[in-house]
Nanobody, 114 residues
Framework: QVQLVESGGGLVQAGGSLRLSCAAS????????MGWYRQSPGKQRTLVARMTNDGSTMYEDSVKGRFTISRDNAKNTVWLQMNNLKPEDTAVYYCYVVGYYTYWGQGTQVTVSS
């Protein structure tokens, strides 16, 4: 059974920082991509950042220069360092892992107050 356990969400003031983590366990084979999506109420889930096995990264334009994704392949863990947070970053953040299948975390709430 595959499990993605997220942590690190919470309430922070604008300009503050949070670090999300996601640890994947279970029978996940040939992991290639690890990353993060987010979803705000009434909006679609959108990609925030992702990293491939070779270290290639991609970020949503609005988070470039503020968010940094990193991962530990040996531990099947991915992090999202979020700095200079803005109220518009408020959302539920979901980690995901792409191997033979795509797996999703349960989501962690990030709330940024103005």
């Amino acid at each position: 059974q595959v499990q993605l356990v997220e942590s690190g969400g919470g309430l922070v003031q604008a300009g503050g920082s949070l670090r999300l983590s996601c640890a994947a366990s279970g029978s996940i084979f040939s992991i290639n991509v690890m990353g993060w999506y987010r979803q705000s109420p009434g909006k679609q889930r959108t990609l925030v950042a992702r990293m491939t096995n070779d270290g290639s990264t991609m970020y949503e334009d609005s988070v470039k220069g503020r968010f940094t994704i990193s991962r530990d392949n040996a531990k099947n863990t991915v992090w999202l360092q979020m700095n200079n947070l803005k109220p518009e970053d408020t959302a539920v953040y979901y980690c995901y892992v792409v191997g033979y299948y795509t797996y999703w975390g349960q989501g962690t709430q990030v709330t940024v107050s103005s």
